[in-house]
């Protein structure tokens, strides 16, 4: 009996199997479709929004000052005009694309190894909680994936047909990931290691008699071709109109990248377990991330375990599969990694070691874990994916701002009012969700302070540095996402009254005696 059962199972599957991508996908869409508007934005996300409402001349300068190529801006705007600007648009957008990865990823595993690798690689990206955030983040970064991953795709389609139309969409798709985000320029670097790989690794050295020959050989697989050449051109034809406002970036070096500090050689372990279980979502104010915690569960056991493991994964792989398509993984993603690594440790002004920025090389991490899954009785993988479920569900949760998206639908009885906004960072989060024009700045820590050459706070900025103007403007409302129970040299809580309060975001008054 349970012979024929698994007979018949093995049948169901040989005839349905295609068709399993599609319930990944549609679990995909559960996972990044929902709750879009659960939390507030933070500061990068609100920088996303206040730009995209901008006209675009005005969006334009706005990135240009963040220091950002334009693709993806330009596209949001378009996609979110539809939705008003609305943060459940703007973060849409995103989700799309973080839909779209797990299908791209699917594609590339099924052309690099099979279909049930490209499976489990999907599955895999579908329920990691960092892949799930930044569907889910008004960033770049998702469609940063997308376009890195089908680029990979045609890459490696490439390689294995030689047929040239393939390196020229390698090519066009590079090339957008280029203006989409930086990241993409450093990673476009990845693709030459993984061709020279596959040339050098493809070689029959029993065709060769000396150590003369061998060598010249090697420097044949190390000389670009035609096709490579080809999908590099197109490339850089794609990005030439932005090359000159890129240059000027580069010169700036990385001045606006001081909050990132310096990596080290072990963060790599850490990016891996972010990969995995996610980070804190994004708040009031930027600042490294750092992993989810575990209830019960330390850091370094984790990472410990992962570095074990995936010690493991790569020595056991490479004997199982072809080297080079396993060794194209591993550049691919640790590769990547280490070469972000090597940039912020040869040049300290410019560290870029940073989880989100870091995120394609996370599915090719899933994709790795894929590979593995392929190699397990299926039991072992459904124990395994179970396991880091259990370990998920032990996340320690975290409070979100929520306030600023109940606020909005209750703007009727502000309208007569003037808000007060206590920091730089959450004038920039209230000016997405109130508009410029009601707001005025007042340090609450430095009233001197003039953040108005931040590119989210712009010249239009209404600051003062004089606390008695929120005393005695009758219609000051002051805005603020903490309890305003402390004085300061600065600031004298005496006279203020709560009057309002949606979620974290606590709205006060000064009564007059």
Not at 174 to 198: D, P
Request: one cysteine or more.
């Amino acid at each position: 009996m349970l012979q024929r059962f698994k007979e018949e199972l093995k049948k169901f599957n040989i005839k349905y199997q295609r068709h399993y991508i599609w319930l990944i996908l549609a679990l995909a869409v559960a996972n990044r479709f929902t709750g879009l508007v659960r939390r507030d934005f933070w500061y990068d996300e609100a920088f996303t929004g206040v730009a995209v409402k901008e006209d675009f001349r005005s969006m334009i300068s706005m990135i240009i000052n963040d220091v950002h190529p334009p693709l993806y801006y330009a596209a949001l705007k378009v996609f979110s005009s539809f939705f008003n600007y609305s943060v459940f648009g703007i973060r849409l957008f995103s989700a799309i694309f973080g839909v779209l990865a797990v299908w791209a990823l699917y594609l590339l595993a099924k052309e690099l190894f099979s279909r049930k690798v490209g499976l489990y690689a999907a599955l895999v990206a579908t329920i990691s909680p960092f892949a799930i955030q930044y569907s889910q983040e008004a960033r770049m970064y998702m469609m940063l994936v997308f376009l890195i991953l089908i680029s990979a795709y045609f890459f490696v389609k490439g390689l294995q047909t030689k047929e040239r139309k393939y390196f020229a969409l390698w090519g066009f798709c590079t090339g957008l990931s280029m203006l989409t985000h930086y990241m993409g320029i450093i990673f476009s670097a990845t693709y030459y290691g993984v061709f020279v790989v596959w040339g050098i690794l493809g070689l029959d050295w029993s065709e060769f008699s000396s150590t003369t020959q061998k060598t010249k050989a090697i420097i044949g697989k190390i000389w670009p071709t035609k096709e490579i050449l080809l999908g590099y051109g197109v490339t850089f034809l794609v990005f030439l109109p932005w090359l000159k406002m890129f240059l000027h970036h580069i010169s700036i070096k990385g001045n606006n990248l001081s909050w990132v500090k310096p990596a080290s050689f072990g963060d790599i372990v850490v990016n891996i377990q972010m990969f995995l279980f996610g980070t804190p979502l994004g708040e009031m104010s930027s600042g490294m991330p750092q992993p989810n915690e575990l209830v019960g569960i330390s850091h370094l056991s984790i990472r410990m375990t992962l570095a074990m493991l995936f010690g493991i994964g790569i020595v056991y792989l490479m004997r199982k599969e072809k080297k080079e398509k396993v060794v194209s993984l591993l550049i691919f993603s640790t590769g990547f990694m280490l070469i972000i690594y090597g940039l912020s440790a040869t040049l300290p002004d410019q560290q870029y070691f940073v989880a989100r920025y870091l995120l394609p090389a996370a599915y090719f991490i899933f994709l790795f874990i894929g590979l593995w899954f392929s190699r397990l009785r299926t039991w072992v993988v459904v124990l395994v994916i179970a396991i880091y479920l259990g370990l998920i569900s032990l996340t320690v949760p975290l409070a979100n701002s929520k306030g600023y998206n109940e606020m909005i639908l209750h703007m009727d009885k502000y309208k007569d009012n003037n808000f007060y906004i206590l920091n730089a960072f959450d004038y920039v989060i209230t000016k997405y969700y109130l508009g410029a024009n009601r707001l005025t700045l007042y340090n609450y820590d430095w009233p001197q302070y003039n953040p108005a050459y931040w590119a989210a706070v712009g010249p239009e900025l209404k600051r003062t540095e004089d606390y008695e103007d929120l005393r005695n403007d009758p219609k000051a409302l002051i805005i603020s996402n903490k309890a305003l129970n402390r004085d300061n040299q600065y600031f004298s809580t005496q006279g203020l009254v709560l009057v309002d309060k949606y979620s974290n975001i606590l709205i006060y008054k000064f009564e007059k005696n």
